[in-house]
């Protein structure tokens, strides 16, 4: 002991450490009170700053508070398995007292999705994420899921979409997270998608429409549409007409969006300034992959903005994004340059979780 007092290591250099005998506990509601076993003794106040605090936000991702037979509340990691009466939020604690909001920003191009909704309680929400069997789309889903939420995952790939689940239900066995079939390059199967959902009587606060196709060869769907431009675009926006009377019951509602940086390289105006409805699915011989793929991108904004200025009185806005630089999702698995482009820059993109936040933070 007399070495720590020399070296200067007895005391600490927080005031927020408790005196001898003392516990920090919490309420149900969240509210910080001291423990004196001393003196046998409870009180809101810290015993050497006076100042009453409470936890900041909600429990993370896989934790679930409970009450023991006499009462007391006890905390259930499900991911670790393992039971303890500290509240894991102890750590997060906040003055009760109002802050002057600060503009420093809080997030950056390396915070993750998990980072993004810490303290978000996004229980009783609904939200289809489409393509969410792999990718950004699992990210956000799995994200989602892991905050409360029902989620569905709409995907061409029932097989891959039930494995997407899987995974979601081993990190937190209480998730909801559903598939259903949905493929883009088929309006009938939109129409049936939309169909389903509406026959569970659920309703819908968001709607990401993030599948999409890159550097596809040309090929028609069976509704003899070019595929990059009906399931970038077109499916999607099929989609929203079909789901938009469930989404204004279920005000205040959003539909997410994912396009892409690259809708400033292309254009679907011919030279007297009036759309080009060729442009959009054109003949074999017109068609460039990545062309067709920028062009439906442009369309994805396009709508997203008329979308908003259309619904948003009526409580459902509409966001488009980009999702930041790509490090390895699939969406280039038909063309080996790309995905030789994609791996040499691996180290200097973000990694998939990060990709999700910005589809987080539109929400």
Known sequence: MAALQYAGLDDTDSEDELPSGWEERTTKDGWVYYANHEELKTQWEHPKTGKRRRVAGDLPYGWEQETDDSGQVFFVDHINKRTTYLDPRLAFTVEDCPEKPSSRQRYDGNSSAMEILQGRDLTGKVIIVTGANSGIGFEAAKSFAL?????ILACRNRTRAGEATRLI????????VEAMTLDLASLRSVQEFAEAFKSKNLPLHMLICNAALLAQPWHLTEDGLESTFQVCHLGHFYLVQLLQEVLRRSAPARVIVVSSESHRFTNIVDSSGKVNLNLLSPPKKEYWSMLAYN??????????NELNRRLSPHGVTSNALHPGNVMY??????WWLLSIVFYLSRP???????LSVAG????
């Not at 905050?147 to 989620?151: E, K, L, S, T």
């Not at 999702?329 to 038909?334: A, C, Y």
């Not at 200097?348 to 990060?354: A, L, Y």
């Open 147 to 151: 905050h409360g939420a029902h989620v």
């Open 169 to 176: 239900l081993e990190e937190w066995h209480k998730a909801k």
């Open 295 to 304: 062009r439906a991108k442009l369309c994805n904004i396009l709508f997203s």
């Open 329 to 334: 999702t699939s969406i280039h698995r038909s």
């Open 348 to 354: 200097f993109t973000k990694s998939m979780n990060c």
């Open 360 to 363: 987080d933070q539109a929400l």
